[in-house]
C-alpha cells in the first residue's frame, strides 16, 4: 500500500509562492499517475492539476500559467509549484495516486491534506 504525505503549506500574501510536496513511502512511484486537489471552506473538492506516468498534464482554468506540477521518481516525491498566489487559492490540498492493473482493478491512494493560506 502506497503512503502519501503532504508538506509545504502555510500562510503567503497574494503574489507569494510556495511549493507544495507529497512524498511517496513505497518504491515504484514511477507507475502512478499523480494529481492535485483542493478544497476550500463550504466548497466542493476541485481537481487542480493531473500528471501521468507518461509526463501529461492538465490543469484547473483558474491556475494555469501560476501552477506548475512535476515528479521526481527517484526521490518518490510529486511537487506543485504555485506562484503568484491569490486569494481564492486558499485550501487544503491533497495529493493523489493511482493505477489500474492489467485485469480492470483500481488501486487509489490519498494523503492527509495540507493548508495553504493566501492573505494579506
Known amino acids: 500500500q502506497v503512503q502519501l504525505v503532504e508538506s509545504g503549506g502555510g500562510l503567503v500574501q497574494p503574489g507569494g509562492s510556495l511549493r507544495l510536496s507529497c512524498a511517496a513511502s513505497?518504491?515504484?512511484?514511477?507507475?502512478?499517475?499523480m494529481g492535485w486537489y483542493r478544497q476550500a471552506p463550504g466548497k466542493q473538492r476541485e481537481l487542480v492539476a493531473t500528471l501521468t506516468t507518461y509526463g501529461i498534464t492538465t490543469y484547473l482554468d483558474s491556475v494555469k500559467g501560476r501552477f506548475t506540477i512535476s515528479r521526481d521518481n527517484a526521490k518518490n516525491t510529486l511537487y506543485l509549484q504555485m506562484n503568484n498566489l491569490k486569494p481564492e487559492d486558499t485550501a487544503v490540498y491533497y495529493c493523489?495516486?493511482?493505477?489500474?492493473?492489467?485485469?480492470?482493478?483500481?488501486?487509489?491512494?490519498w494523503g492527509q491534506g495540507t493548508q495553504v493560506t493566501v492573505s494579506s
Open positions: 513505497r518504491i515504484g512511484f514511477s507507475i502512478y499517475n
Open positions: 493523489n495516486a493511482n493505477r489500474t492493473n492489467r485485469i480492470g482493478v483500481r488501486y487509489e491512494y
